[in-house]
């Protein structure tokens, strides 16, 4: 669909909302369809007119990263301009979350979301060899801080990361590490603790942007970046 030609034939309510789905996914947002109570209406518009929107992404160089499976879009950088780093505790959580995910999700229905327990992470953490000094609650907060801005935990206002506590993990993790890889990361996961030789775990690593447009983390001090995609900045 021609953006040029396409959009003045839209109406105004329909402009200002195409003008407000574009500001959100530039924002670096992943829309999702929400809850049956509040759903996302945003979300809707996406589907009706993703060809205008990924017509008018691609003038700037991104491009509309729809995923009708995963019930989820974004936009994505075509030349991989979204780099981020992880330290290699935040990398070591984004693993765990992920074989958490898969593990529920072949329980559940795909509809149902994925709630953590904060201590559920904890104990799983300390049994992959983490030592519990390092994965105290101000740690993991920090931590899951960091992989909300980057849409692939949902946190509730006010989370202060307290056992008790639950987090949503994002349908946009099985993204960045696919469901063909659940071998490599259980692998990769006792990489992580058997490399951290400093107690504090200071170690940084690069998590460089997978074809699938997010950040992948890595056992080793960095991660290749793949053409496109990444976790917004």
């Excluded at 924002?27 to 996302?40: K, N, R």
């Amino acid at each position: 669909m021609e953006f040029i030609s396409e959009f003045p034939r839209l109406e105004e309510a329909q402009k200002e909302r195409f003008q407000r789905v574009v500001s959100r996914l530039l924002s670096g947002q992943v829309l999702t369809p929400g809850s049956a109570l509040t759903p996302d209406r945003d979300f809707g518009f996406v589907e009706r007119f993703r060809d205008l929107i990924d017509g008018y992404l691609r003038i700037g160089g991104w491009r509309l990263d729809f995923d009708p499976g995963l019930r989820l879009c974004r936009a994505v950088h075509q030349a991989g301009e979204q780099r981020v780093r992880l330290s290699k505790q935040e990398s070591l959580v984004l693993c765990i979350l992920r074989l958490i995910y898969h593990e529920q999700m072949q329980r559940t229905s795909e509809s149902v979301r994925c709630e953590v327990l904060v201590g559920e992470l904890r104990e799983r953490l300390i049994q992959a060899g983490k030592p519990p000094h390092q994965v105290g609650r101000r740690a993991l907060l920090e931590n899951l801080k960091r992989l909300a801005r980057h849409s692939l935990v949902e946190l509730d206002r006010g989370f202060g990361g307290d056992d008790a506590e639950q987090f949503v993990v994002s349908p946009l993790i099985e993204k960045v590490l696919s469901p063909d890889r659940i071998a490599e990361l259980e692998q990769r996961v006792r990489a992580y603790v058997g490399v951290t030789s400093d107690p504090m775990d200071a170690g940084e690593s690069d998590a460089g942007e997978s074809e699938g447009g997010s950040s992948e983390p890595s056992g080793s001090d960095q991660c290749r970046p793949g053409a496109d995609g990444g976790v917004p900045q």
